[in-house]
């Protein structure tokens, strides 16, 4: 120690008794020897590697289950639409029946026969449907069900959409 202080400190060398305010006199830690330095610093580990590719691959898959279900999803949801226009037709032109005008009557044999998906060409199909009305008086049921097997809302193997109707009274009665 010399006048100036303890070295690296910056702290006055303070003669006499030792007083409260003065630092305790510091110990350096042990050197470490080099080769557990450069293996302190050598990176990742295999195992590091290996588990992180894990929860990368657990999420990849994650990600392809997710694009499958709204793959689904979306076949769901156009086979449902077409339903739907397929009764809206029929609740139309059970409407220009009552109204007197010739709604034609194959209608249902139309939707059916020409729309079958093991048809030829470009078109809408619905496989296996079947198109029913129900009821009497003024209040129609239109029920449209088609083969379905790979969805968990199939029930027996078949799908189906109901639509109901209220028809104007016929002017008669």
Known sequence: MNRRGLPGTGMPLLSGPRHA???AARSRPAPVPARLRIRACSGFSLLETLIALLVLAVGALGSVALQLHAL?????AYQRTLASLIAADAGERL????????????????WVQRRDCAQAG???????????VNGAGTGRVISVSWAEERFADAEQGRVQL?????????PGS
Request: proline share 9%; net charge negative; charged share 20%.
């Open 21 to 23: 305010h003065a630092p």
């Open 72 to 76: 689904q999803a979306t076949h769901s």
């Open 95 to 110: 409407w220009m029946a009552a109204a007197g005008e010739d709604a034609g009557l194959g209608w249902v044999d139309d």
């Open 122 to 132: 470009p078109h809408v199909c619905l496989p296996g449907l079947e198109v029913r």
């Open 162 to 170: 109901d639509y109901a109707i209220e028809l104007p009274q016929e």
